[in-house]
Protein backbone atom coordinates (compact mmCIF):
# COMPACT_ATOMS: atom_id res chain seq x y z
CA UNK A 1 0.00 0.00 0.00
CA UNK A 2 2.76 2.35 1.20
CA UNK A 3 4.35 1.25 -2.70
CA UNK A 4 1.45 2.22 -4.33
CA UNK A 5 1.36 5.43 -2.94
CA UNK A 6 4.70 6.34 -3.28
CA UNK A 7 4.25 5.05 -6.96
CA UNK A 8 1.17 7.73 -7.32
CA UNK A 9 2.77 10.23 -5.65
CA UNK A 10 6.18 10.08 -8.66
CA UNK A 11 3.23 10.00 -10.99
CA UNK A 12 1.76 12.63 -10.14
CA UNK A 13 4.72 14.72 -9.86
CA UNK A 14 5.82 13.94 -13.03
CA UNK A 15 2.81 14.35 -15.33
CA UNK A 16 2.73 17.22 -17.39
CA UNK A 17 -0.71 19.99 -17.65
CA UNK A 18 -0.78 20.85 -21.86
CA UNK A 19 -2.42 23.54 -23.11
CA UNK A 20 -4.85 22.96 -25.37
CA UNK A 21 -2.85 25.18 -28.20
CA UNK A 22 0.64 23.05 -27.40
CA UNK A 23 -1.15 19.97 -27.51
CA UNK A 24 -2.90 20.41 -30.85
CA UNK A 25 0.82 21.95 -32.28
CA UNK A 26 2.84 18.73 -31.24
CA UNK A 27 0.10 16.63 -33.09
CA UNK A 28 0.24 18.70 -36.03
CA UNK A 29 4.13 18.60 -35.92
CA UNK A 30 3.64 14.83 -35.16
CA UNK A 31 1.73 14.34 -38.16
CA UNK A 32 4.05 16.83 -40.70
CA UNK A 33 7.21 14.77 -39.43
CA UNK A 34 6.04 11.59 -40.98
CA UNK A 35 6.99 11.56 -44.95
CA UNK A 36 4.41 9.19 -45.71
CA UNK A 37 1.04 11.58 -44.35
CA UNK A 38 2.26 14.54 -46.34
CA UNK A 39 1.86 12.62 -49.67
CA UNK A 40 -1.52 10.53 -49.84
CA UNK A 41 -4.14 9.31 -52.04
CA UNK A 42 -6.96 9.04 -50.43
CA UNK A 43 -10.49 7.95 -51.94
CA UNK A 44 -14.14 8.80 -50.92
CA UNK A 45 -17.04 10.37 -52.15
CA UNK A 46 -17.34 14.14 -51.37
CA UNK A 47 -20.14 15.81 -49.33
CA UNK A 48 -20.79 19.52 -47.77
CA UNK A 49 -18.74 20.46 -50.82
CA UNK A 50 -18.53 24.65 -50.65
CA UNK A 51 -16.81 27.18 -52.17
CA UNK A 52 -17.10 30.89 -51.07
CA UNK A 53 -16.14 34.13 -52.34
CA UNK A 54 -12.54 33.48 -51.19
CA UNK A 55 -12.71 31.32 -53.56
CA UNK A 56 -11.05 28.22 -52.23
CA UNK A 57 -12.39 24.75 -51.78
CA UNK A 58 -13.97 22.85 -48.70
CA UNK A 59 -15.31 19.44 -48.72
CA UNK A 60 -15.48 15.79 -46.70
CA UNK A 61 -14.21 12.81 -48.27
CA UNK A 62 -16.29 9.57 -46.58
CA UNK A 63 -16.80 6.17 -47.29
CA UNK A 64 -18.95 3.44 -45.05
CA UNK A 65 -17.15 4.07 -42.35
CA UNK A 66 -15.78 7.25 -41.40
CA UNK A 67 -14.71 10.87 -42.93
CA UNK A 68 -11.92 13.06 -43.52
CA UNK A 69 -12.22 17.07 -43.99
CA UNK A 70 -10.78 18.19 -47.04
CA UNK A 71 -9.08 21.91 -47.77
CA UNK A 72 -8.28 23.24 -50.97
CA UNK A 73 -6.40 26.83 -51.43
CA UNK A 74 -7.58 28.70 -54.27
CA UNK A 75 -4.83 28.95 -56.15
CA UNK A 76 -4.74 24.82 -56.43
CA UNK A 77 -8.46 24.94 -57.37
CA UNK A 78 -7.50 27.44 -60.12
CA UNK A 79 -5.04 24.46 -61.74
CA UNK A 80 -7.73 21.52 -61.38
CA UNK A 81 -9.60 20.59 -64.85
CA UNK A 82 -12.19 19.59 -63.04
CA UNK A 83 -13.97 20.13 -59.72
CA UNK A 84 -16.60 17.80 -58.00
CA UNK A 85 -19.39 17.37 -56.70
CA UNK A 86 -21.46 16.58 -53.73
CA UNK A 87 -21.69 12.50 -53.83
CA UNK A 88 -19.34 12.42 -56.67
CA UNK A 89 -16.50 9.66 -55.66
CA UNK A 90 -13.19 11.07 -56.14
CA UNK A 91 -9.29 10.44 -55.69
CA UNK A 92 -7.86 13.28 -53.88
CA UNK A 93 -4.10 14.12 -53.18
CA UNK A 94 -2.21 15.82 -50.42
CA UNK A 95 -0.70 16.31 -47.06
CA UNK A 96 -2.29 15.48 -43.31
CA UNK A 97 -1.79 18.70 -40.91
CA UNK A 98 -4.53 19.74 -38.06
CA UNK A 99 -6.05 22.83 -38.12
CA UNK A 100 -5.56 24.58 -34.94
CA UNK A 101 -8.29 26.80 -34.25
CA UNK A 102 -10.58 24.31 -34.93
CA UNK A 103 -8.61 21.32 -33.30
CA UNK A 104 -9.30 18.76 -36.11
CA UNK A 105 -6.94 17.11 -38.68
CA UNK A 106 -7.45 17.65 -42.14
CA UNK A 107 -5.99 17.11 -45.76
CA UNK A 108 -4.70 20.14 -47.91
CA UNK A 109 -5.24 18.95 -50.81
CA UNK A 110 -3.31 19.59 -54.08
CA UNK A 111 -4.63 17.36 -56.92
CA UNK A 112 -8.35 16.33 -57.36
CA UNK A 113 -9.40 13.49 -59.80
CA UNK A 114 -12.47 11.09 -60.43
CA UNK A 115 -11.83 7.64 -59.09
CA UNK A 116 -10.41 5.05 -61.21
CA UNK A 117 -9.83 7.82 -63.84
CA UNK A 118 -5.89 8.47 -62.54
CA UNK A 119 -4.96 6.90 -65.87
CA UNK A 120 -7.10 8.94 -68.13
CA UNK A 121 -5.96 12.07 -66.29
CA UNK A 122 -2.25 11.42 -67.01
CA UNK A 123 -3.21 11.12 -70.26
CA UNK A 124 -4.67 14.18 -70.37
CA UNK A 125 -1.91 15.89 -68.65
CA UNK A 126 0.48 14.41 -71.47
CA UNK A 127 -1.93 15.52 -74.16
CA UNK A 128 -1.99 19.26 -73.23
CA UNK A 129 1.29 19.70 -72.62
CA UNK A 130 2.27 17.97 -75.81
CA UNK A 131 -0.48 20.44 -77.80
CA UNK A 132 0.95 23.34 -75.40
CA UNK A 133 4.23 22.98 -76.49
CA UNK A 134 3.17 22.98 -80.29
CA UNK A 135 1.73 26.34 -79.62
CA UNK A 136 -2.41 25.67 -80.12
CA UNK A 137 -2.98 27.08 -76.76
CA UNK A 138 -1.03 30.42 -77.57
CA UNK A 139 -3.07 33.46 -77.03
CA UNK A 140 -1.74 34.97 -80.12
CA UNK A 141 -3.37 32.78 -82.37
CA UNK A 142 -6.40 33.29 -80.87
CA UNK A 143 -9.25 35.20 -82.67
CA UNK A 144 -11.69 38.26 -82.06
CA UNK A 145 -15.00 37.03 -82.22
CA UNK A 146 -17.29 38.72 -85.37
CA UNK A 147 -19.96 41.71 -83.24
CA UNK A 148 -22.24 40.93 -85.61
CA UNK A 149 -22.59 36.92 -86.68
CA UNK A 150 -24.78 36.68 -89.76
CA UNK A 151 -24.26 32.64 -89.82
CA UNK A 152 -23.44 30.80 -86.62
CA UNK A 153 -22.33 26.84 -87.05
CA UNK A 154 -23.40 24.41 -84.03
CA UNK A 155 -21.78 21.28 -83.76
CA UNK A 156 -23.32 19.05 -81.10
CA UNK A 157 -25.55 15.78 -80.56
CA UNK A 158 -29.16 16.86 -82.18
CA UNK A 159 -30.42 15.05 -78.72
CA UNK A 160 -28.86 16.83 -76.60
CA UNK A 161 -30.13 19.35 -74.07
CA UNK A 162 -27.08 21.72 -74.76
CA UNK A 163 -28.83 22.06 -78.40
CA UNK A 164 -32.04 23.43 -77.26
CA UNK A 165 -30.71 25.42 -74.64
CA UNK A 166 -28.01 27.22 -77.61
CA UNK A 167 -31.06 27.81 -79.69
CA UNK A 168 -32.93 29.59 -76.84
CA UNK A 169 -30.21 31.92 -76.10
CA UNK A 170 -29.79 32.39 -80.08
CA UNK A 171 -33.31 33.30 -80.20
CA UNK A 172 -33.62 35.71 -76.83
CA UNK A 173 -30.57 37.26 -78.06
CA UNK A 174 -30.25 37.31 -81.79
CA UNK A 175 -32.63 36.31 -84.16
CA UNK A 176 -31.72 37.24 -86.77
CA UNK A 177 -28.42 34.73 -87.35
CA UNK A 178 -28.75 31.92 -89.23
CA UNK A 179 -28.00 29.07 -87.28
CA UNK A 180 -26.52 25.96 -89.13
CA UNK A 181 -26.66 22.59 -87.21
CA UNK A 182 -23.41 19.70 -88.23
CA UNK A 183 -24.96 17.00 -85.67
CA UNK A 184 -22.03 14.71 -83.88
CA UNK A 185 -22.20 12.29 -81.54
CA UNK A 186 -20.40 14.16 -78.26
CA UNK A 187 -19.48 10.57 -76.33
CA UNK A 188 -17.93 7.89 -77.06
CA UNK A 189 -15.64 5.91 -79.74
CA UNK A 190 -17.13 7.57 -82.64
CA UNK A 191 -17.49 11.22 -81.42
CA UNK A 192 -13.62 12.34 -81.72
CA UNK A 193 -14.30 11.33 -85.58
CA UNK A 194 -17.39 12.65 -85.97
CA UNK A 195 -16.77 16.62 -84.10
CA UNK A 196 -13.55 16.54 -86.34
CA UNK A 197 -16.04 15.94 -89.75
CA UNK A 198 -18.78 18.31 -88.84
CA UNK A 199 -15.90 21.51 -88.34
CA UNK A 200 -14.75 20.75 -91.52
CA UNK A 201 -18.01 20.47 -93.77
CA UNK A 202 -19.07 23.41 -91.81
CA UNK A 203 -15.44 25.60 -92.77
CA UNK A 204 -16.02 24.05 -96.20
CA UNK A 205 -20.07 24.41 -96.86
CA UNK A 206 -21.54 26.75 -95.34
CA UNK A 207 -18.94 29.09 -94.04
CA UNK A 208 -19.92 30.39 -90.81
CA UNK A 209 -18.89 33.48 -89.08
CA UNK A 210 -18.52 31.79 -85.92
CA UNK A 211 -18.96 28.06 -84.70
CA UNK A 212 -19.66 26.93 -80.94
CA UNK A 213 -18.73 23.67 -80.25
CA UNK A 214 -21.03 22.35 -77.17
CA UNK A 215 -22.18 19.98 -75.28
CA UNK A 216 -23.11 19.18 -71.94
CA UNK A 217 -21.40 17.96 -68.70
CA UNK A 218 -20.12 14.67 -67.52
CA UNK A 219 -16.86 12.99 -65.74
CA UNK A 220 -13.80 12.66 -67.13
CA UNK A 221 -14.70 9.64 -69.25
CA UNK A 222 -17.99 11.65 -70.75
CA UNK A 223 -15.95 14.38 -71.80
CA UNK A 224 -12.81 12.38 -73.39
CA UNK A 225 -13.65 13.23 -77.00
CA UNK A 226 -13.12 16.87 -76.48
CA UNK A 227 -9.57 15.59 -74.87
CA UNK A 228 -9.10 13.96 -78.73
CA UNK A 229 -6.19 15.46 -80.61
CA UNK A 230 -8.26 15.56 -83.54
CA UNK A 231 -10.23 17.29 -82.57
CA UNK A 232 -8.23 19.65 -80.67
CA UNK A 233 -6.16 20.12 -84.54
CA UNK A 234 -9.29 20.63 -86.39
CA UNK A 235 -10.48 23.42 -83.66
CA UNK A 236 -7.20 24.74 -85.02
CA UNK A 237 -7.49 24.68 -88.16
CA UNK A 238 -11.06 25.92 -88.11
CA UNK A 239 -11.30 28.74 -91.03
CA UNK A 240 -14.19 30.74 -88.44
CA UNK A 241 -13.31 31.20 -85.29
CA UNK A 242 -14.34 28.56 -82.31
CA UNK A 243 -16.32 28.66 -78.79
CA UNK A 244 -16.25 25.86 -76.63
CA UNK A 245 -18.79 25.70 -74.22
CA UNK A 246 -18.05 21.86 -72.73
CA UNK A 247 -19.70 20.56 -69.78
CA UNK A 248 -20.25 22.58 -66.83
CA UNK A 249 -18.52 25.92 -65.01
CA UNK A 250 -15.55 23.63 -63.51
CA UNK A 251 -14.86 21.30 -66.41
CA UNK A 252 -12.01 21.86 -68.56
CA UNK A 253 -11.10 19.95 -72.19
CA UNK A 254 -8.20 20.49 -74.46
CA UNK A 255 -10.95 21.48 -76.74
CA UNK A 256 -11.30 24.57 -74.24
CA UNK A 257 -7.42 25.04 -74.41
CA UNK A 258 -7.57 25.06 -78.74
CA UNK A 259 -10.96 27.10 -79.05
CA UNK A 260 -10.43 31.13 -79.43
CA UNK A 261 -12.94 31.50 -76.51
CA UNK A 262 -13.73 29.40 -74.02
CA UNK A 263 -17.37 29.03 -72.23
CA UNK A 264 -18.37 27.51 -68.75
CA UNK A 265 -21.23 26.37 -70.54
CA UNK A 266 -23.37 26.22 -73.63
CA UNK A 267 -25.85 28.25 -73.08
CA UNK A 268 -22.56 31.06 -72.20
CA UNK A 269 -21.00 30.26 -75.45
CA UNK A 270 -24.06 31.10 -76.86
CA UNK A 271 -24.48 34.31 -75.13
CA UNK A 272 -20.47 35.11 -75.98
CA UNK A 273 -20.90 34.86 -79.61
CA UNK A 274 -23.74 37.13 -80.11
CA UNK A 275 -25.03 40.60 -79.08
CA UNK A 276 -28.34 41.22 -77.17
CA UNK A 277 -30.83 42.12 -79.08
CA UNK A 278 -32.31 44.35 -76.16
CA UNK A 279 -29.13 45.72 -75.35
CA UNK A 280 -28.88 46.57 -79.03
CA UNK A 281 -32.22 48.17 -79.20
CA UNK A 282 -30.79 50.52 -75.99
CA UNK A 283 -27.80 51.55 -77.77
CA UNK A 284 -30.00 51.93 -81.39
CA UNK A 285 -31.98 54.64 -79.28
CA UNK A 286 -29.24 56.26 -77.46
CA UNK A 287 -27.69 56.18 -81.14
CA UNK A 288 -30.97 58.08 -82.43
CA UNK A 289 -31.09 60.41 -79.86
CA UNK A 290 -27.22 61.21 -80.08
CA UNK A 291 -27.84 61.64 -83.79
CA UNK A 292 -31.11 63.66 -83.44
CA UNK A 293 -29.46 65.83 -81.43
CA UNK A 294 -26.41 66.45 -83.43
CA UNK A 295 -28.65 67.61 -86.43
CA UNK A 296 -30.12 69.78 -84.52
CA UNK A 297 -26.73 71.12 -83.39
CA UNK A 298 -25.93 70.79 -87.36
CA UNK A 299 -29.03 72.44 -88.95
CA UNK A 300 -28.75 75.35 -86.33
CA UNK A 301 -24.72 76.05 -87.35
CA UNK A 302 -25.77 76.03 -90.98
CA UNK A 303 -28.78 78.20 -90.57
CA UNK A 304 -26.76 80.70 -89.00
CA UNK A 305 -24.07 80.35 -91.66
CA UNK A 306 -26.44 80.62 -93.92
CA UNK A 307 -27.77 83.86 -92.45
CA UNK A 308 -24.57 85.61 -92.76
CA UNK A 309 -23.48 83.98 -96.06
CA UNK A 310 -27.15 86.14 -96.90
CA UNK A 311 -26.19 88.69 -95.04
CA UNK A 312 -22.88 89.04 -96.88
CA UNK A 313 -24.48 87.98 -100.67
CA UNK A 314 -27.03 90.76 -99.76
CA UNK A 315 -24.43 92.71 -99.42
CA UNK A 316 -22.42 92.24 -102.45
CA UNK A 317 -25.67 91.84 -104.74
CA UNK A 318 -26.17 94.17 -107.67
CA UNK A 319 -29.44 95.48 -105.98
CA UNK A 320 -27.86 96.68 -102.59
CA UNK A 321 -25.18 97.99 -105.07
CA UNK A 322 -28.17 99.79 -106.86
CA UNK A 323 -29.73 101.19 -104.26
CA UNK A 324 -26.81 102.67 -102.97
CA UNK A 325 -26.54 104.05 -105.98
CA UNK A 326 -29.72 105.52 -106.11
CA UNK A 327 -29.46 106.59 -102.26
CA UNK A 328 -26.20 108.46 -103.87
CA UNK A 329 -27.41 110.02 -106.69
CA UNK A 330 -30.33 111.44 -104.48
CA UNK A 331 -27.62 112.93 -102.03
CA UNK A 332 -25.83 114.27 -104.68
CA UNK A 333 -29.29 115.89 -106.53
CA UNK A 334 -29.96 117.17 -103.75
CA UNK A 335 -26.44 118.56 -102.85
CA UNK A 336 -26.52 119.76 -106.40
CA UNK A 337 -29.99 121.66 -105.96
CA UNK A 338 -28.76 123.34 -102.56
CA UNK A 339 -25.14 124.36 -104.53
CA UNK A 340 -27.45 125.81 -107.53
CA UNK A 341 -29.76 127.42 -105.25
CA UNK A 342 -27.30 129.11 -103.32
CA UNK A 343 -25.37 129.55 -106.58
CA UNK A 344 -28.45 131.28 -107.62
CA UNK A 345 -29.18 133.18 -104.50
CA UNK A 346 -25.57 134.47 -104.77
CA UNK A 347 -25.84 135.45 -108.62
CA UNK A 348 -29.76 137.12 -107.84
CA UNK A 349 -27.85 139.27 -104.98
CA UNK A 350 -25.25 140.30 -107.04
CA UNK A 351 -27.75 141.38 -110.28
CA UNK A 352 -29.37 143.32 -107.89
CA UNK A 353 -26.51 144.90 -106.78
CA UNK A 354 -25.98 145.56 -110.27
CA UNK A 355 -29.34 146.87 -111.00
CA UNK A 356 -29.12 149.05 -107.56
CA UNK A 357 -25.92 150.39 -109.33
CA UNK A 358 -27.34 150.20 -112.57
CA UNK A 359 -30.26 152.21 -111.29
CA UNK A 360 -28.31 155.13 -109.40
CA UNK A 361 -26.26 155.79 -112.70
CA UNK A 362 -29.38 155.47 -114.78
CA UNK A 363 -29.51 158.51 -116.56
CA UNK A 364 -33.82 159.08 -116.38
CA UNK A 365 -33.12 158.00 -112.86
CA UNK A 366 -31.28 161.35 -112.30
CA UNK A 367 -34.17 163.28 -114.70
CA UNK A 368 -36.74 162.01 -112.28
CA UNK A 369 -35.14 163.09 -109.36
CA UNK A 370 -35.85 166.52 -111.46
CA UNK A 371 -32.56 166.89 -113.62
CA UNK A 372 -32.62 167.65 -117.07
CA UNK A 373 -30.10 166.79 -119.95
CA UNK A 374 -29.19 169.44 -122.14
CA UNK A 375 -28.02 168.52 -125.93
CA UNK A 376 -27.30 170.78 -128.84
CA UNK A 377 -29.82 170.58 -131.59
CA UNK A 378 -27.15 170.19 -134.18
CA UNK A 379 -25.11 167.57 -133.10
CA UNK A 380 -26.67 166.07 -130.09
CA UNK A 381 -23.45 166.65 -128.29
CA UNK A 382 -24.05 166.77 -124.34
CA UNK A 383 -24.18 170.41 -122.82
CA UNK A 384 -21.68 170.05 -119.44
CA UNK A 385 -20.92 173.87 -119.25
CA UNK A 386 -22.09 177.55 -120.49
CA UNK A 387 -18.60 177.68 -122.07
CA UNK A 388 -20.24 175.33 -124.40
CA UNK A 389 -23.29 177.43 -125.53
CA UNK A 390 -23.79 181.19 -126.84
CA UNK A 391 -26.79 183.32 -126.94
CA UNK A 392 -29.70 182.20 -129.84
CA UNK A 393 -28.63 178.91 -130.13
CA UNK A 394 -30.95 176.47 -130.14
CA UNK A 395 -30.88 173.46 -128.13
CA UNK A 396 -32.52 170.49 -126.77
CA UNK A 397 -33.83 169.62 -123.01
CA UNK A 398 -34.85 166.28 -122.20
CA UNK A 399 -36.85 166.16 -119.39
CA UNK A 400 -38.58 163.13 -117.17
CA UNK A 401 -41.04 163.01 -119.28
CA UNK A 402 -40.22 164.31 -122.39
CA UNK A 403 -38.02 166.81 -124.08
CA UNK A 404 -39.16 169.95 -125.68
CA UNK A 405 -36.46 172.70 -127.49
CA UNK A 406 -35.38 176.08 -126.14
CA UNK A 407 -33.20 178.80 -127.04
CA UNK A 408 -30.28 180.15 -125.34
CA UNK A 409 -30.62 184.28 -124.42
CA UNK A 410 -27.89 184.63 -122.15
CA UNK A 411 -25.22 182.59 -120.60
CA UNK A 412 -25.07 182.81 -116.77
CA UNK A 413 -21.72 181.36 -114.65
CA UNK A 414 -22.43 180.18 -111.47
CA UNK A 415 -19.78 181.46 -108.83
CA UNK A 416 -17.19 178.83 -107.86
CA UNK A 417 -18.45 177.52 -104.21
CA UNK A 418 -16.05 177.37 -101.53
CA UNK A 419 -15.56 174.15 -99.66
CA UNK A 420 -17.29 173.64 -96.73
CA UNK A 421 -15.29 174.51 -93.04
Known amino acids: MLLRMSQMSLWTAETRVWAVMDLTRYVRELLESDYRLQDVWVAGEVSNLSRPASGHLYFTLKDAEA ?46 RSAGEGALFQEFLRRKARLEAEGLFDPARKRRLPAWPRRIGLVTSPSGAALRDVINVLRRRFPPAEVILAPTPVQGADAPAGIVQALEELNRRSRPDVILLVRGGGSLEDLWAFNDEAVARAIAASAAPVVSGVGHETDFTIADFVADVRAPTPSAAAELATPDRVELAAGIRAAGRLQAAALRRLIERLRWDLGDRHGALRLLSPGARLAGGRQRVDELGRRGAAVMRHALALRRSGLQGLDLALR ?33 EQLDVRVRDGSFPVEVLTRRREPPQKPAS
Do not use: K
Open 360 to 392: AVDPLAVLRRGFAVVRRADDHSLVRSVHQVSGG
Open 67 to 112: SLRCVMWRSEVARQVQLPHDGEAVEVHGRLSVYEAGGQYQLYADTL
